[in-house]
């Protein structure tokens, strides 16, 4: 699979809030010490962040029955990929990662801090999908996520 030249990942304290399943706005007016620890996270999360993004351009070769049948004959099955890839020439796979790191970095703080291993786990979630919707835009297309 090619890598797509990752572009800078540029995400907020209310992007790593939405990563780990919460309302920013809910979060400003009821509790500061979790905004603090989220800004704090993405101080320091961003410098453990090895983003990477590779992908596969597949011609659709056929749409049977709930089914978009690729040119190395895989499918895709179900009735929402029907929905959104039925009408489709090409399909662009990705896969978008932030490394390794990240994610030994949140392990090493969760034995000592939970909430801030959490909040860098945010960082993670909200770099990840800063990735795709990059990925979406470079390649142009729309994405089903």
Known sequence: MPLLTTPEIMID??????GQGADPQIIRQ???????VSKRALDEGMAFLEPRVLYQKLKVE?????????????KLSGSLIINHLGPAEY???LLCTVGHRADEHISAVMNDDVLFGLALD?????????LANAAC???DCPCVL
């Open 13 to 18: 304290e209310d992007a790593v809030l939405r």
């Open 30 to 36: 009821r509790n500061s010490r979790l905004l603090e």
């Open 62 to 74: 056929a749409v049977q029955h709930e089914r978009v049948v690729l040119e190395n004959g895989k």
């Open 91 to 93: 399909v662009v796979l």
């Open 122 to 130: 945010g960082v993670g979630s909200a770099a990840v999908e800063a």
């Open 137 to 139: 835009k470079h390649f």
